[in-house]
């Protein structure tokens, strides 16, 4: 009877073993080869389980099954470029410490305000594990390192370049009998503020604060991208050429009758307070919006920018066309 019982217990046993192992494998498939490397489906889900929780709570029933496997495509071809990177890394002795990928962690939030805590709320609102976030960061970093040897070093912005860039963005023809403007403004009424008891006393007085520095002969431009509200600001204030049949009542108050350079006068609006700068008054002539110099660095790094682009675009997609990839 023993001897009976031990053998049913080792059958069972080893039966388990059998089905426990070929369920592992029936779920833990290869979905996807790269190069001599594989990714496995246990993979694609750990990487993709918290995007698949976020839109199985947000997605309607009928749409549920297209949108979990657009999710799972975009995931997957992700999991193939962090493969690829980390092979070409590999290859070229490159390696991302984890003092690095917690310097890096460090420097977002340093660059966002938020603090870790804050972090981890916005990856689990987007369905993204903080394990995963610094698998990216990592891999991120890595293809910096990459990018950096293939790429960056071959990029060359050459002076005759950037004067190109510059006559082109930075220089305009102001038509006969137009006026060329610089603009600052401070509201009162926007929807943060039009409730609030003082605020039209308060706009007035900023304006009034910046307009004595712009009329001593503080940078315009660097004033407005400071301190005014109006969405010019981003440009150094700058609204390009206006004929004076083209101007609000308001603006052509302010404007009508200044000399190139001058400052007009605040004016109020519906919604604030404004005044301007004329920089140049139809006469046909070229105009500058800021030297050369004082906007080299930055037509530098705009072009460099583009030329980085463009290049890791080409990277990527030679690092693809030489590589050995098979979605199962």
């Known amino acids: 009877m023993n001897r009976i019982y031990i053998f049913i217990l080792t059958v069972f046993f080893f039966t388990t073993i059998y089905f426990q192992t070929v369920s592992a494998e029936m779920v833990d498939r290869i979905v996807a080869v790269v190069n001599d490397d594989i990714i496995t489906l246990s993979e694609l889900d750990e990487e993709a389980e918290g995007i698949y929780q976020r839109i199985a709570a947000s997605v309607p029933s009928e749409q549920l099954?297209?949108?979990?496997?657009?999710?799972?495509?975009?995931?997957?071809?992700?999991?193939?470029?962090?493969?690829?990177?980390?092979?070409?890394?590999?290859?070229?002795k490159l390696s991302v410490s984890d003092a690095e990928v917690e310097q890096a962690l460090q420097d977002v939030l340093s660059r966002t305000g938020m603090t870790m805590q804050d972090l981890v709320g916005k990856l689990h609102e987007s369905g993204v594990t903080e394990e995963v976030y610094r698998s990216t960061l990592k891999s991120q970093l890595l293809q910096n390192k990459l990018i950096s040897n293939d790429v960056q070093r071959k990029i060359i912005v050459t002076d005759e370049m950037m004067l190109d860039y510059y006559d082109?963005?930075?220089?305009?023809?102001?038509?006969?009998?137009?006026?060329?403007?610089?603009?600052?403004?401070?509201?009162?009424?926007?929807?943060?503020k039009k409730d609030v008891p003082g605020a039209k006393e308060d706009a007035r007085k900023r304006a009034q604060r910046v307009?004595?520095?712009?009329?001593?002969?503080?940078?315009?431009?660097?004033?407005?991208?400071?301190?005014?509200?109006?969405?010019?600001?981003?440009?150094?204030?700058?609204?390009?050429?206006?004929?004076?049949?083209?101007?609000?009542?308001?603006?052509?108050?302010?404007?009508?009758?200044?000399?190139?350079?001058?400052?007009?006068?605040?004016?109020?609006?519906?919604?604030?307070?404004?005044?301007?700068?004329?920089?140049?008054?139809?006469?046909?002539?070229?105009?500058?919006?800021?030297?050369?110099?004082?906007?080299?660095?930055?037509?530098?790094?705009i072009l460099f920018d583009k030329q980085m682009k463009e290049a890791y675009t080409i990277w990527v997609t030679e690092l693809k066309q030489n590589a050995y990839i098979q979605k199962m």
Request: aromatic fraction near 10%; charged fraction near 30%.
């Open 168 to 192: 082109l963005n930075y220089t305009s023809k102001v038509d006969e009998g137009s006026y060329y403007l610089l603009q600052m403004g401070f509201n009162w009424s926007s929807a943060d």
């Open 65 to 92: 099954q297209n949108e979990l496997m657009k999710a799972r495509e975009q995931i997957l071809d992700t999991l193939i470029d962090k493969r690829l990177i980390a092979q070409k890394a590999e290859e070229q």
């Open 211 to 301: 307009h004595k520095l712009a009329t001593s002969g503080q940078d315009f431009r660097t004033l407005a991208r400071k301190f005014s509200d109006l969405p010019s600001a981003v440009d150094g204030g700058d609204l390009g050429t206006f004929l004076p049949g083209d101007m609000a009542e308001y603006m052509k108050h302010a404007v009508i009758g200044l000399k190139t350079g001058e400052v007009s006068e605040i004016v109020e609006t519906r919604s604030g307070y404004q005044f301007f700068k004329l920089l140049s008054m139809g006469d046909g002539e070229i105009m500058m919006k800021a030297p050369f110099e004082s906007v080299k660095d930055e037509i530098k790094r």
